[in-house]
């Protein structure tokens, strides 16, 4: 498999380059130059396969030139040692993938990412440094992800006073070879400094500097694997009772909505909480290989670039405007030039619905499914749900392919409620913390605190103090 840059298709390169290259050198995304299908076999068994041959499956196809089976298994087997879940929440599932190491859907990518890095390296005898600026999530999930990975060390750069306590920890609590710097200023400052430090002449001579950013394409391929393995579960009528704690504060999954009999066999619908739209991407990628997906409903917050282009074919990006489901606050969704390099306006609008919703309804709706339910839902979550009733309400009278569709439905639960207590608490009372949140919750802040400027990052990443 060779990949493409969605600017230029006719320079094309390894998936090893691709990966660790990050963006094209003309700016562009990596793209693979074709999407694989499952065979017959694989097709028909993703409802009875486990979680890590379902990945197998899903990835080998796009690295196998560069990445032996036997390595990809292991790979597989230690980035996704934790759970997703599709469970019965009242009318509908929740696919909840936010039961890894810092309890958001962007453990699968980033844990597999650090592999991925780590083998493709193996012969360099130069260590790679990592550069990463964070509003708050992904810098957490990219620190846990490498961290103790061999020839790998990570810098973190995170707005000081702006993250939340327990995202700090996640991001600045590790130590090892991984290393955070509080910068006073805005997430805005941050990134310029990386972008800064990547064209510093002396620091590039020095350091061996690499991005871990989420337009990478080995962060992509993974989170295609739980869109197969849901949707084949779900066609063989199944879901998951109880096996891993939900947030669930009454009631017991099975006593509420199971898939109906009229359900069996049918394909899903997925709905997907965006921002970046790496993530409905990557569903994009397991419905084109195969897995049995009728289509998506992309949800926003107010960040609704991509539900006003469904609707107009218009795509205008726009500065980004602050919501309480802040890792999807994206005005220029970096993910819609893969999306429309693979499909045209039409394909698009024909297999995706999109909704936006308010930060007003996104309470209400955490909220009320509560006092239904018992069911404790993230704001992301959340703004999912409100999309699905959205949809729900007015599908009827649309023309879509998918007004009569009859299927089940799954809402992606891209984070834990816990990680964001601040809002959900406010609204439903305490919220359980995970373990694996309350064991972040203990560690100790390591972060070098710096002023705005490159000079001062040269600096700090020279001296070796992170
Ligand atoms: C990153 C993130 C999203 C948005 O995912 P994209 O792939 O950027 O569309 C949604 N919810 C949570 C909790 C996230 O961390």
Redesign the pocket.
């Known amino acids: 498999m060779k990949y493409f840059s969605t600017r230029d298709k006719s320079l094309a390169v390894s998936f090893s380059a691709a990966a660790l290259g990050g963006l094209s050198a003309d700016g562009g995304l990596y793209i693979p130059q074709e999407i694989p299908s499952y065979t017959p076999a694989v097709r028909s068994s993703l409802g009875t396969m486990a979680f890590i041959d379902i990945a197998f499956e899903t990835i080998q196809p796009f690295v196998h030139e560069d990445i032996p089976d036997s390595v990809l298994g292991a790979m597989v087997e230690s980035a996704f040692n934790f759970s997703a879940p599709l469970v019965p929440v009242d009318d509908r599932l929740v696919l909840e993938l936010f039961h890894g190491p810092t309890a958001?859907?962007?453990d699968f990518g980033a844990r597999f990412m650090a592999r991925c890095f780590s083998y493709l390296r193996r012969n360099e005898d130069r260590e790679l440094h990592i550069l990463v600026a964070t509003s708050g999530?992904t810098g957490g999930a990219v620190a846990d992800g490498f961290f103790g990975v061999e020839g790998i060390s990570v810098t973190v750069l995170y707005p000081q006073g702006r993250v939340s306590p327990l995202q700090e920890r996640q991001i600045a609590g590790l130590g090892g070879n991984v290393a955070a710097i509080a910068v006073e200023g805005s997430f805005d400052d941050c990134q310029r400094l990386v972008k800064s430090a990547f064209v510093h002449p002396e620091l590039s001579r020095r350091i061996n500097l690499s991005s871990a950013n989420?337009i990478n394409i080995s962060r992509l391929l993974p989170q295609a694997v739980y869109y197969a393995a849901a949707a084949g579960l779900a066609k063989a009528g199944h879901y998951n009772e109880d096996l891993v704690p939900t947030p669930r504060l009454r009631g017991k999954s099975h006593e509420q909505g199971v898939l109906k009999s009229g359900q069996l066999g049918k394909e899903i619908l997925f709905c997907v909480?965006?921002?970046?739209?790496?993530?409905?991407t990557a569903g994009l990628y397991a419905q084109a290989m195969g897995a049995p997906i009728a289509g998506f409903i992309a949800a926003t917050n107010s960040n609704k670039t991509i539900p006003d282009y469904l609707a107009s074919g218009v795509y205008e990006p726009r500065p980004s405007v602050a919501t309480i489901s802040n890792?999807?606050d994206?005005g220029a969704p970096s993910n819609f030039e893969r999306m429309s390099s693979h499909w045209t306006y039409e394909e698009l609008r024909n297999n995706i619905m999109g909704f936006w919703i308010d930060d007003t309804s996104t309470k209400q709706t955490i909220a009320e499914v509560f006092d239904r339910t018992g069911y404790v839902l993230?704001p992301?979550g959340a703004v999912g749900w409100a999309a699905v009733d959205r949809w729900l309400s007015q599908r009827h009278s649309s023309e879509h392919r998918l007004a009569h569709f009859s299927g089940p439905v799954a809402v992606l639960g891209?984070?834990h409620p816990a990680k964001f207590s601040e809002t959900v608490e406010q609204l439903v009372g305490p919220v359980p913390v995970p373990p694996a949140l309350a064991a972040a919750m203990n560690r100790t802040v390591q972060a070098r605190t710096i002023s705005a400027n490159v000079e001062a990052l040269v600096e700090t990443l020279l001296s070796g103090r992170a």
Do not use: Y
């Open positions: 958001a859907f962007k999530d989420s909480p965006s921002g970046n739209f790496g993530n409905l890792a999807m994206v993230d992301h891209t984070a």
